[in-house]
């Protein structure tokens, strides 16, 4: 076994310190014969750290398309030729969608929107779809709302959003390569003032951008730094009509990797699978990353891609022996 992972096992496993930059280089660089040892530590960690319990989640876009933001890997963006178009989703829908997930064991919802920062007529349709959804249905509700002002975070913990999801994408020395229409300072203010709201921080971002592994590593280490509540991880799922378009989709044990490599730099996150699974690892790797560290998932589609059948999740868990976790008791 390579010596990276002797030194995660004291440290992490035993400990709960997770590992540096350093050494989480070291763990997505690690040759293939070492891949299942590191898989098997991250879930030994998870199962440590975090429990049996995987957290199920739905997503609905309130507004989709039509952003005018230019984040290169987004078919939501008003200024590439992708053809998801601007639609805006009315209160009843949003609670029917919210029922629905509900209706698969999910305990989370989240509320996404496709804008730079939400204007007075999103927060209005949040403040009504917020409370309609929470009259209707015992789920608890989240948000994505792009970046925000304080007078904004204030509302959402008014409103009874207790999670707010802002991805920093990727590291700090790719973020230019991938956005050039704000920074990844900005993306941070806004999860400092999340954060310091009381609301839970959830923050995760892309893997196969085009990053190198150094940076790859980089963005391991800055999300820990961060110390997010939950941290949802995706990869490139190329869309038609952006720039990111011909980018490779991540080789299957690369991704495997990255999902070792950031439990055990964040051993007492919530990591969940998010979108481009299903192109980049499948049913069997699926399967692998929820034996290597993942402990959450979102069911279903994601804003403009589909994804698993909630079912096939629900019933992969089952045969885990992996809990769905219960709903809040502080609902």
């Known amino acids: 076994m390579a010596d990276i992972l002797d030194r995660a096992r004291t440290r992490v496993l035993e400990n709960g310190i997770g590992l540096g930059e350093s050494d989480i280089l070291e763990v997505l660089t690690l040759p293939d014969e070492d891949l299942p040892a590191a898989l098997q530590l991250a879930h030994e960690v998870r199962m440590r750290w975090c429990g049996p319990e995987v957290e199920v989640e739905g997503i609905v876009s309130l507004k989709t398309g039509g952003c005018p933001e230019d984040c290169h890997f987004c078919s939501q963006s008003g200024l590439f030729t992708s053809p998801v178009r601007a639609v805006w989703l009315d209160i009843p829908q949003l609670v029917e969608a919210a029922r629905q997930t509900a209706a698969t064991g999910a305990t989370e919802f989240c509320i996404v929107a496709a804008v730079r920062g939400p204007d007075a007529r999103l927060m ?42 802002h991805n920093l994408e990727t590291c700090r020395s790719y973020f230019p390569n991938v956005v050039s229409t704000h920074s990844w300072e900005e993306r941070w203010e806004t999860l400092r003032m999340v954060r310091e709201s009381g609301m839970e921080v959830c923050c995760g971002g892309i893997i196969g951008l085009g990053e190198s592994v150094e940076q790859r590593a980089e963005f391991a280490a800055q999300l820990a730094s961060l110390g997010p509540h939950e941290v949802p991880l995706n990869f490139l799922n190329p869309r038609p009509g952006t720039p990111l378009a011909d980018q490779p989709v991540l080789a299957p044990r690369d991704a495997l990797r990255a999902i070792a490599a950031f439990r055990l730099a964040m051993p007492k996150t919530i990591l969940r699978y998010a979108g481009g699974r299903e192109i980049t690892l499948g049913d069997l790797g699926t399967r692998d990353g929820l034996l290597g560290g993942i402990n959450a998932v979102i069911v279903g589609n994601y804003l403009t891609t589909l994804g698993r059948p909630a079912t096939a999740d629900l019933e992969l868990l089952d045969e885990l022996s992996m809990p769905v976790k219960a709903l809040s008791a502080t609902l």
Request: proline share 0%; aromatic share 2%; net charge negative.
């Open 124 to 165: 209005k349709q949040m403040r009504e779809g917020v409370a309609a959804i929470r009259e209707a249905v015992d789920i608890q509700v989240a948000a994505s709302l792009g970046m925000l002002t304080q007078e904004q975070v204030d509302e959402l913990v008014e409103m009874g959003v207790h999670r707010y999801n």
